[in-house]
């Protein structure tokens, strides 16, 4: 990972190690049954050793700390944090000493260096220390670019650079899907995966909505006054495992009436994922923001605000219905009711409903009953807007269980 420069004797020594957390020790323990010829020997054996978990012997974890062999892994979303310690090999002072390190990626270069100024001079077995930081937010290939300059007692000015170069990895795999419901809600669902090889403690997985909407998430399950995450109390996420997370948005209350805006609406939000690893290692994630596919309601929206669950058979039952003008002109609108094989509506179909301006919209109460039993679409509305003399039919706007109500209450 060191590059140097070509060979050149320096007064100066200069080394860089990156900062880690230690790992716990792992052993693999050797077993066999009472019967086989070693009895209980290796058994005896790991009892012994200090390095084992007292009573869990046979567990590969160990309960001591092993410090970093190697550079290790960096992952995006991660701090990486280094130390660079400028040595004065020589046996004579070294004065206008200045390191400077620089942080190279595939789009920028960072200066990392705590202080710009340098130091006034540099005794013979001193040193100068210093730690950088950096949250990773580029994948790819980085290069950290160390530089020292100086001059010596004689006024010799003298220079040298060393290169690291590492790479930094993918941790999580984000996948998403929309989901438009019948009103001016919208579903997300986020599946998460853990493609690095060591387990994550997922400390914290949210939406971030866009000003339009409010979010609600769906992660959770009542238990008792308080809700209990659906993936247990200990949120550990285990190499290649996936993890599913379901939010749901509605339109801030000054945006809902305004169907043309929220139909036009395509950002979301965007994820905030942390996690930690190891011994606490942390890491944080922000995706871009989200988009989806704007949903076509056409010209005029019809939803249903109010339908009960469970009606009788052939009993006449009480409905509400919304319509919304999503275009931008005004309409004049009448509606007919057509009875279907199984639905039939009560009252006077053609009725005129008035004008109805660009994204405005009216209520309308309506009374219907079925002929059949089991779960029935609500079928058969009809509009037609007199201005253009154009008419929009809306099928299976709803359903609803029809029982009847001398036999068992089940669809």
């Known amino acids: 990972m060191d590059v140097n420069q070509a060979k050149q004797e320096h007064l100066l020594a200069l080394k860089v190690m990156r900062l880690t957390k230690p790992t716990l020790f792992t052993n693999l323990p050797v077993t066999c049954e009472d019967r086989d010829l070693p009895g209980d020997l290796f058994a005896q054996l790991m009892r012994e050793d200090p390095s084992t978990i007292k009573g869990a012997e046979t567990l590969m974890l160990g309960e001591m700390l092993t410090l970093p062999q190697n550079f290790g892994n960096i992952f995006l979303g991660e701090t990486f944090s280094s130390y660079i310690s400028v040595h004065n090999d020589s046996n004579q002072v070294v004065k206008d000493i200045l390191v400077k390190a620089d942080l190279q990626t595939s789009s920028q270069r960072l200066n990392l260096s705590a202080s710009n100024s340098a130091v006034a001079e ?139 805006v929220i139909k036009g609406v395509t950002v979301i939000g965007k994820l905030d994922i942390v996690w930690k690893t190891n011994l606490g290692e942390r890491g944080r994630l922000q995706t871009s923001q989200l988009q989806r596919m704007a949903p076509g309601y056409g010209d005029i929206r019809l939803s249903l605000e109010v339908i009960p669950d469970t009606v009788n058979l052939e009993e006449p039952f009480d409905i509400v219905c919304k319509i919304t003008n999503c275009s931008e002109r005004t309409m004049d609108l009448v509606m007919e009711m057509c009875n279907m094989r199984s639905i039939h509506w009560c009252g006077i179909s053609g009725r005129q409903l008035g004008k109805l301006t660009p994204s405005a919209s009216l209520s309308l109460p309506l009374t219907v009953f079925s002929s059949e039993q089991g779960l029935q679409s609500i079928s058969g509305l009809r509009l037609t807007d007199t201005f253009l003399k154009r008419t929009y039919e809306y099928d299976d706007i709803a359903q609803v269980c029809v029982v009847c109500p001398f036999m068992s209450n089940e669809c």
């Open 122 to 260: 540099l005794k013979p077995e001193c040193c100068i220390d210093d730690v950088i930081h950096h949250e990773v937010k580029e994948i790819g290939t980085h290069i950290l670019v160390c530089a020292v300059s100086y001059t010596s007692q004689f006024g010799e000015k003298l220079y040298f650079r060393k290169f690291f170069k590492f790479q930094v990895l993918k941790p999580l795999d984000v996948k998403t899907k929309f989901y438009n419901a019948e009103t001016d809600e919208v579903f997300l669902e986020a599946q998460i995966q853990n493609i690095t090889t060591s387990p994550m403690f997922m400390e914290k997985v949210s939406l971030e909505p866009s000003m339009m909407y409010n979010v609600t998430e769906l992660n959770s399950v009542a238990s008792g006054d308080e809700g209990e995450s659906t993936f247990g109390k200990m949120s550990y996420l285990q190499p290649m495992d996936t993890r599913q997370y379901l939010y749901c948005l509605k339109p801030k209350p000054e945006y809902a009436e305004k169907a043309g």
